[in-house]
């Protein structure tokens, strides 16, 4: 049965890249960025999962139909989180009348 | 009787076959659980910039060093699984069961650190929604809300690792029983795919929770 | 049994049926055929508590205040009939009984990619339906099947969270079907079976299984959330503490939306198979429908918004979603013109599965027509709600997936039990089904549209005729359902046997005996020609 085998070496310069990059975002935690704080701390994930997902999970020798089932599932998180995210954050696009209360309370006189 | 790694399973015409059909049924499942979490991490992204202070105050609340600990504890352990995997490929019996023991140990490790370290104290200090919550300070109805998604996510999460411990047990069973070799070893190679998925998730959660609570 | 009906055809020959007897032998299958038949009888079990629910729900209606039921115990009954129709009845009804059935054989295979996987799936189906049971018995649920909170989370004090669990296991047995259909189509095709010469209900399925795939787990979550919202009354879809009702129907509808796709797809992929069928001719644009059925899967997900037009989304969410959900219509559109276009010039012939055929693309027709009503706007803000919306999805459902539902079972029941039933008596089921389908649901269109709210248990007594006349519907609608069950249960030991290929048609199933043997075919068969190669050969008829 065909399966690639990954060389023990670098297997450990990954692991070796994951708990440095674990340690750039914990010290980054405390050092004041103001909103890229958050930009920052994602990227970092984003690299260390990249990571594993490439050489712990094999993608890279892996073929073209499981980095499709991959990259699917990432699109369609995106979906998710965008489009409910969008609608959060768009509701007061459109502000209320400043004087509702006082208009429900004529209007149910 | 049979297993998926004794002999090649009827429905197959070869083990190739089988193979790749049991790697994209993985991928597939774990694509599931992609959208599983995403549910949870857009609760939370939407909760959080709501209500910002709070969420940010109950992220300082929690203890980085054990945080940090627990990430570097489950990528050892994703590194020990890794390294199982090959030794299973190159039919390593002895390698392969030191490897997944020690994934096991770090495993168990994080469960321990999380339920008896972390969750533990935040139950002491009353910050444990729907059970111990007494906290009484300025915005406490959405520190509770940080709080329930801290326990509901590293919940769901240690459940993962859970069921990971307990497939990983197995695995050091059958590979005792000398169930694996480099023509059968898909199933310690699913159950890498699935130990290493939970990895990622924590390597979301820690940030998210730990990390972007203004700790400066 | 002393008639002429002797078999000794079926009985010397081993096949599925008689491969093996005995309780065990079924409860821990791993054959996919025998699987589908567990499958058949839960989920027929299941349409009729729901649809029992439904005629007690009709009954109700007949008088304005109310003929029959307290209002709470008539909203038990619409969440009930919601709940077991959507999750125990609709979604699996195709996928889990003729898709089981019949993919691997379409393509040639021995059985799934994972048999045993698919005996788990039915299992948790069963304990998601004895959780759904457990919360009827013990006094329903009142929520809707949609759980809206802060209702569920808060005020109602019915069992929603039996019953949201039983949905949530059911759920993961979606998802393993989902799953096992996605692996087999992709890794276990016969030689020389590419992608476009699939049979069209193979795209389909696998177009829903990727629906159930990605959206049933956030479905899960969101029944989690209200569970434990419930519990701990934490807040986080509680407006009086700052949570957000609306995040509950983001999560709920990011499924359900897709989930009516669900419903809809196989019963689509039904139609094909049968169109060509009964025209004895090739399928007009197979690639527009493949590509079709991807396109609606795809698309079917970017528009579960236009569930909350008036629930308090954002304006600029709302034109988007609209937008969209104008966008997955054209798909649907373009099957039906290729359906139509397929009987141009065949050689049509009206058996009961083609007659079921024909009352989908009408009916589906009409009821996807109104759900670009809906889709408007400014339209929903006056029928969201009413029994317009009501009229709309039972049309699709009703009107469309379940009558393609009716019509595959006809058209593979030889197949699946070697015995043909009786058309006469088929014909005219489909044809009361078919009239009193009309009778029932039409009028509700009209109801909403002059305002008539949905899930109500008395309304304003203008509406009485037209509600009557719904009634009426339902009670045709009932015998028409009832007929079927009479006579397939009598054709299985009674009916004629049913060679290979009795309907003279295209594609792998028909090249086995009827009843098929456990391992499908004798040897894995080697494919050469396109999917409906009518007319290029001598078809094979029994």
Same mark, same amino acid.
């Given at each position: 049965m065909s399966g690639h085998v990954v060389p023990k070496k670098l297997y450990i310069l990954v692991f070796a890249a994951l708990i440095v990059l674990t340690g750039l975002t914990t010290g980054v935690a405390f050092i004041n960025l103001g909103k890229w704080n958050t930009v920052v701390a994602l990227a970092i994930a984003v690299c260390k999962a990249t990571l594993v997902v490439l050489f712990f999970m094999h993608l890279r020798w892996s073929s073209n139909q499981l980095r499709m089932v991959v990259a699917a599932s990432l699109l369609w998180l995106a979906i998710l989180i965008v489009l409910t995210v969008s609608d959060v954050f768009t509701r007061n696009w459109t502000p209320v009348p400043s004087n509702w209360e006082a208009q429900i309370q004529q209007d149910v006189r | 009787m049979h297993s998926s790694t004794a002999a090649l399973a009827e429905q197959f015409d070869d083990l190739e076959q089988q193979h790749e059909a049991s790697s994209l049924g993985m991928w597939v499942f774990l694509a599931t659980e992609v959208m599983f979490f995403g549910g949870l991490f857009t609760a939370y992204i939407i909760f959080r910039n709501l209500y910002l202070p709070a969420f940010e105050a109950g992220s300082r609340l929690l203890d980085v060093r054990i945080g940090a600990f627990n990430t570097a504890v489950l990528l050892c352990s994703s590194l020990t699984m890794a390294l199982a995997v090959r030794a299973a490929q190159l039919g390593k019996k002895g390698a392969l069961i030191t490897f997944l023991l020690l994934t096991l140990l770090l495993g168990l490790t994080f469960i321990g650190v999380k339920f008896a370290l972390e969750w533990r104290h935040d139950y002491l200090e009353g910050l444990a929604p729907g059970v111990n919550w007494t906290f009484n300070g300025p915005d406490s109805r959405h520190l509770e809300l940080f709080f329930c998604f801290y326990f509901f996510m590293t919940g769901v999460h240690a459940l993962h690792m859970v069921i990971g411990v307990g497939v990983l047990t197995v695995l050091i069973i059958m590979a005792w029983r000398g169930e694996f070799s480099p023509q059968r070893y898909n199933t310690v190679e699913m159950s890498g795919l699935y130990w290493h998925f939970v990895d990622i998730i924590w390597i979301f959660l820690f940030p998210l929770l730990y990390l972007i609570g203004g700790r400066y | 049994m002393g008639t002429a009906v002797v078999e000794p055809a079926i009985e010397s020959r081993v096949h599925y049926l008689n491969a093996s007897y005995g309780i065990k032998s079924w409860l821990l299958t791993t054959d996919h055929k025998r699987i589908a038949l567990l499958y058949l009888a839960s989920i027929t079990f299941f349409f009729f508590i729901g649809g029992s629910a439904a005629v007690l729900m009709r009954l109700n209606l007949i008088e304005p205040q109310g003929a029959l039921l307290e209002p709470a115990t008539y909203n038990k009954l619409f969440s009930m009939h919601g709940i077991i129709m959507v999750f125990l009845f609709m979604i699996p009804s195709i996928p889990a009984v003729l898709g089981n059935f019949l993919v691997p054989m379409m393509i040639g295979?021995?059985?799934? /990619?994972?048999p045993r996987l698919n005996l788990l799936s039915w299992y948790v189906f069963m304990v998601g339906g004895c959780f759904t049971l457990y919360a009827v018995i013990a006094g329903g649920v009142d929520t809707g099947w949609t759980f809206y909170t802060p209702l569920s989370t808060t005020y109602s004090n019915t069992n929603v969270i039996s019953a949201a669990l039983g949905v949530f296991i059911a759920g993961f047995s979606s998802i393993l079907t989902g799953l096992n259909f996605i692996v087999t189509i992709h890794k276990m095709r016969a030689p020389g079976l590419t992608w476009f010469r699939l049979p069209l209900f193979i795209w389909a399925i696998y177009a829903t299984s990727v629906i159930q795939i990605l959206g049933t787990p956030v479905l899960a979550i969101s029944i989690i959330l209200v569970a434990l919202e419930r519990l701990i009354h934490v807040g986080v879809f509680d407006p009086a503490v700052g949570g957000d009702p609306i995040l509950f129907q983001h999560l709920f509808w990011f499924y359900s939306h897709p989930a009516v796709y669900i419903m809809i797809l196989p019963s689509m992929g039904v139609i094909s198979e049968l169109v060509t069928a009964f025209s004895k001719k090739r399928i007009f644009g197979y690639k527009f429908i493949a590509f079709s059925s991807v396109a609606i899967a795809a698309i079917s997900f970017l528009v579960w918004g236009h569930h909350m037009f008036v629930a308090g989304q954002s304006v600029y969410a709302g034109i988007v979603f609209s937008a969209l959900s104008f966008a997955v219509a054209i798909p649907s559109a373009i099957k039906v013109f290729n359906w139509t276009a397929t009987l141009y010039k065949g050689s049509v012939s009206y058996q009961a599965p083609m007659l079921y055929a024909i009352g989908f693309i009408g009916l589906f027709t009409m009821g996807g027509l109104t759900g670009l009503f809906l889709a408007t706007l400014a339209v929903d803000v006056h029928v969201h709600a009413t029994y317009f919306v009501v009229g709309h999805f039972h049309y699709i459902m009703v009107g469309g997936a379940v009558m393609g539902y009716l019509g595959g079972i006809h058209y593979w029941w030889p197949k699946i039990t070697g015995r043909l039933y009786p058309d006469g008596w088929a014909r005219l089921a489909a044809a009361i089904i078919f009239i009193g389908f009309n009778l029932t649901f039409f009028p509700q269109y009209m109801l909403g549209y002059l305002g008539m709210p949905r899930r109500y248990a008395i309304y304003a007594p203008e509406f009485q005729v037209l509600n009557v006349m719904s009634s009426a519907g339902a009670s045709v609608l009932g015998v028409g359902y009832l007929i079927p069950l009479v006579y397939l249960v009598w054709s299985m030991r009674y009916g004629p046997v049913a060679g290979p290929n009795p309907w003279g048609a295209k594609g792998l199933e028909w090249q086995t005996p009827s009843p098929p043997p456990t391992e499908n075919f004798e040897e894995t068969p080697i494919v050469t020609e396109e999917a409906y /190669?009518?007319?290029?050969e001598e078809t094979q008829v029994a």
């Open positions: - | - | 295979a021995r059985d799934l /990619a994972f /190669a009518y007319g290029t």
